[in-house]
């Protein structure tokens, strides 16, 4: 053959813009051995159709194929199981692409939380710490998967990590993307009971994208309730419950349901407890009885 259809390593890869690191390696697993050797000075070159061989990897490679599969292609060396092994990898690829997105969007709700919680702390800082603001809300239905439990001697500023670990696994199992903070719900036998180191009725739910198919989705009606933000540490919350519950009985409501918890920033995400943010949720209705 000519020299002119003679390629060397450098001019391969200069060409097809494959490293000659690369190249070498290709040559040493049998991928794409150099064809001609020239017995004077004992290099190798590569034919033409060689380079269109190592374009064809490179492109094959940047899909996402790994060499051993790559290298099965050749050896089968037919287009059907070329076809096969590319339809594959785009299945893959979708694959990941849905998992990243998934990633992006918990990320994103996480940001938007924190930020939620930073604009929160700021105001508390601005008004002064002790200070309890009551507002009465509509809460609207929500979509949620929950966790529910009975916690033995409760102690309500214990981070019961166990069912926190649960609930989001089973989040991740289901494939649900979370749309709100995770909430706590307490269901006691009496008013404040979770504080009092005794057994707890305990629902943990965050609200998620719909989820039919879970059997711990369901779907929380909207309700109006008194709610107010608590910063600081959980060993004091109590107080601010006992302050929402004077704020409901002065202002003419009665409590009708349980209490729920949202974690805007919780102990699983900063450990500095002055940095805690908690809304504390009490369904109320008017006391038309008095």
Not at 16 to 32: A, F, H, M, N, S
Not at 52 to 60: A, D, H, M, V
Not at 114 to 143: A, Y
Request: with cysteine; net charge neutral.
């Amino acid at each position: 053959m000519d020299d002119i259809n003679k390629y060397s390593i450098g001019v391969v890869s200069e060409t097809c813009k494959v490293p000659i690191k690369t190249l070498r390696y290709y040559d040493k697993i049998g991928l794409v051995k150099p064809r001609f050797r020239d017995e004077n000075t004992n290099y190798r070159y590569y034919a033409k159709e060689q380079m269109i061989t190592i374009y064809i990897i490179k492109k094959l490679r940047i899909l996402g194929l790994s060499l051993k599969e790559v290298q099965e292609i050749y050896a089968v060396n037919n287009v059907a199981h070329l076809e096969n092994n590319i339809i594959k990898k785009l299945k893959n690829i979708s694959s990941e692409i849905r998992e990243l997105q998934t990633k992006y969007e918990d990320g994103e709700y996480l940001l938007k939380r924190i930020q939620n919680g930073q604009s929160i702390l700021s105001h508390k800082k601005d008004r002064g710490s002790g200070c309890l603001e009551v507002r009465i809300e509509t809460i609207e239905e929500k979509h949620v998967i929950a966790i529910r439990k009975v916690m033995r001697k409760y102690h309500s500023e214990e981070v019961h990590i166990g069912i926190w670990v649960e609930l989001i696994e089973l989040l991740r199992k289901e494939k649900c993307i979370m749309k709100g903070p995770i909430s706590a719900t307490f269901y006691p036998n009496r008013l404040l009971g979770q504080f009092l180191v005794e057994d707890c009725d305990l629902e943990l739910s965050v609200e998620v994208e719909k989820c039919e198919n879970s059997p711990e989705y369901k779907i929380c009606p909207k309700f109006e309730a008194a709610t107010a933000y608590y910063v600081g540490p959980y060993s004091n919350i109590m107080q601010a419950h006992i302050d929402m519950i004077k704020w409901i009985n002065e202002n003419n409501y009665k409590i009708v349901g349980p209490t729920t918890e949202e974690n805007i920033i919780s102990p699983i995400d900063v450990e500095n407890e002055d940095e805690h943010v908690t809304k504390i949720i009490m369904p109320i209705q008017k006391n038309l009885g008095s």
